[in-house]
């Protein structure tokens, strides 16, 4: 049985996956599918071979193959260099006809950072705020003080809002705009900062234990696993979800990351 992702891209699927692992039949390994899956930072590889090792002996082997970036990715899985990517999100592959979102696998939080204060009712009047430059990122940081109380935005302008589309602004607060690269500096200045997962782990943050604010894991940026439309219903396609969902995994994610990546099912 299927059930959609809440997405709209090339074909979606969500597989229901079994309850219990234990009636997995192990297979010869003559007659695995090796399932190439594309990867860009060390958190996905170390998914893949969380779930490469929970699925020992079943049909489908996984292997994880490491790119220097999503565009990379992108290009492999069109070549058929890699047969699947867990590298982006929904909203990124949006538009692409010839991918299809299968399931979600991690949430790789934004958080709300500050150095000077200990919780978000203690931003002041006038405060100055710095958030992401990229576009997508930047409306993923002003949604997320939506959601915190520190602002309000106009319903119209979805996914991607840019500080235009504030609509109240209780306490006056200015906004930043930086490079990615830039943003964890501005702790040192700003009274409260947006970083992305990968800003904040470079700059030694870990989201649970050091933001004042943090997205829940079923915000609309969870990475996906993204296979070609072609594949989409492939026997291989449902065995590396019940790879990437079995129990092992998700005992992995909580205790390899203690809740600063998010498991979204």
């Not at 958190?43 to 071979?49: C, I, Q, S």
């Not at 319903?155 to 809002?161: F, H, I, K, Y």
């Amino acid at each position: 049985m299927v059930k959609p992702l809440l997405v709209a891209i090339g074909c979606v699927w969500a597989l229901h996956l079994p309850a219990r692992a234990e009636t997995q039949v192990r297979v010869p390994p003559e007659t695995r599918h090796v399932v190439r899956i594309g990867v860009v930072t060390q958190g996905d590889r170390e998914l893949v071979e969380a779930a490469s090792a929970a699925n020992a002996g079943g049909a489908a082997q996984l292997l994880a193959v490491s790119l220097p970036d999503t565009a990379a990715v992108r290009k492999a899985l069109r070549a058929q260099r890699i047969d699947a990517s867990i590298a982006e999100d929904a909203p990124a592959l949006a538009g692409d006809a010839s991918v299809c979102a299968v399931v979600h696998t991690v949430t790789y939080p934004m958080g709300l950072y500050a150095g000077k204060i200990a919780a978000l009712r203690q931003v002041p009047v006038n405060a100055v705020v710095a958030i992401p430059a990229a576009r997508a990122d930047q409306g993923r940081a002003l949604l997320l003080l939506q959601n915190h109380g520190l602002i309000r935005i106009d319903g119209e302008a979805g996914l991607q809002p840019q500080v235009s589309d504030i609509i109240d602004n209780p306490r006056k607060l200015r906004f930043e705009r930086l490079p990615a690269q830039r943003l964890a500096a501005a702790l040192r200045s700003a009274a409260l900062v947006a970083l992305p997962y990968a800003a904040a782990d470079a700059a030694g943050l870990a989201p649970a234990r050091d933001a004042l604010g943090i997205e829940d894991a079923r915000v609309p940026w969870a990475n996906v696993l993204a296979v070609r439309v072609a594949d989409c219903r492939a026997g291989w396609v449902a065995q590396t979800v019940s790879a990437l969902h079995a129990p092992a995994v998700k005992a992995f994610i909580l205790t390899r990351f203690n809740d600063s990546v998010r498991r979204p099912w």
